[in-house]
């Protein structure tokens, strides 16, 4: 009901999409979230429409059910390639319009994409970029060894550094102004992209333009925070848990996170993961 705090259902097709409800906190305190992130099925980035399309329906149904006043869908390759398709009764918002929004407004010639080898054929970013304005070159780019090395925590390894600048070579051999950070997990990069990008490249991230669209739509719409941040939750929920998605929704969030594990269809609750703790159930 507007005027009250709204919940607001976030998923991903993993943990990444923490980086979404990141900014969703820093902007909404009095929000309460119900994350979902299909583990399970991981990674989305390398499958086919209809896959991608029908997991995504099945995320929907489960928030759904959960009653969110609002839902984003934090997955790029998701909301490059189901977004559209989707039945979704609730409010509800993906993260490429965001994201190509503000590249537009900070680009001057060249905005270069980087994201899943799906979202990249989906062809999705430069679309949505050349009808916000025809006149802006976009050159795209796989990276699809980015989300591992996320993963496994080497944001700041020096092999990073070197596979982040092999990626990057031609865009910016093109020449490049802007970079459009199309991935969930690139957010984590920022540092090693900014420092092969240099200055002279503005990085645009999808997490942070979702987050502005999103608390911008819910106020408009009368929502407040409310009681405030001490009444405002966030529940993970997973369909797969082990200790490194715990540990990556921790670097992510910047908090303490608890996994609960979950299967979409059934609903039934499968445990609940601490770090350091091997999931009970099975
Ligand atoms: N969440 C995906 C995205 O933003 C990255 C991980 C995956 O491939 O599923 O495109």
């Known amino acids: 009901m507007p005027g009250a705090q709204p919940?607001?259902?976030?998923?991903?097709?993993?943990?990444?999409?923490?980086?979404?409800?990141?900014?969703?906190?820093?902007?909404?305190?009095?929000?309460?979230?119900?994350?979902?992130?299909?583990?399970?099925?991981?990674?989305?980035?390398?499958?086919?429409?209809?896959?991608?399309?029908?997991?995504?329906?099945?995320?929907?149904?489960?928030?759904?059910?959960?009653?969110?006043?609002?839902?984003?869908?934090?997955?790029?390759?998701?909301?490059?390639?189901?977004?559209d398709d989707l039945v979704v009764r609730a409010p509800h918002w993906g993260v490429l319009e965001p994201g190509a929004s503000a590249a537009v407004a900070s680009a001057r010639r060249h905005v270069g994409v980087i994201a899943t080898e799906s979202t990249v054929r989906s062809g999705a970013y430069e679309e949505a970029i050349r009808r916000l304005d025809p006149r802006l070159r976009v050159s795209q780019q796989a990276c699809p060894l980015l989300v591992p090395l996320v993963e496994e925590g080497w944001e700041e390894d020096e092999i990073t550094g070197r596979i982040v600048a092999r990626y990057l070579e031609p865009l910016l051999a093109e020449g490049i102004d802007t970079l459009l950070l199309g991935c969930t997990h690139y957010p984590m990069l920022r540092g090693v992209l900014e420092r092969v990008c240099g200055p002279e490249v503005t990085l645009v991230d999808s997490a942070e333009s979702t987050g502005a669209l999103v608390e911008q739509a819910l106020r408009g719409r009368g929502w407040t925070d409310g009681a405030g941040p001490e009444s405002a939750s966030v529940r993970l929920f997973a369909t797969d848990a082990g200790p490194r998605f715990a540990r990556l929704a921790e670097r992510i969030l910047g908090e303490p996170a608890t996994l609960e594990w979950i299967d979409v269809d059934e609903s039934g609750t499968g445990g609940t993961l601490r770090i350091g703790e091997e999931v009970g159930t099975s």
């Open 7 to 83: 919940l607001i259902g976030v998923f991903d097709s993993g943990v990444g999409g923490l980086t979404v409800v990141a900014a969703l906190r820093r902007r909404l305190p009095g929000a309460s979230i119900l994350y979902l992130g299909d583990t399970a099925r991981l990674p989305y980035g390398t499958k086919s429409r209809r896959t991608v399309l029908r997991y995504s329906q099945a995320n929907v149904d489960f928030l759904e059910r959960r009653r969110v006043d609002a839902l984003v869908v934090a997955c790029n390759t998701a909301s490059a390639m189901a977004l």
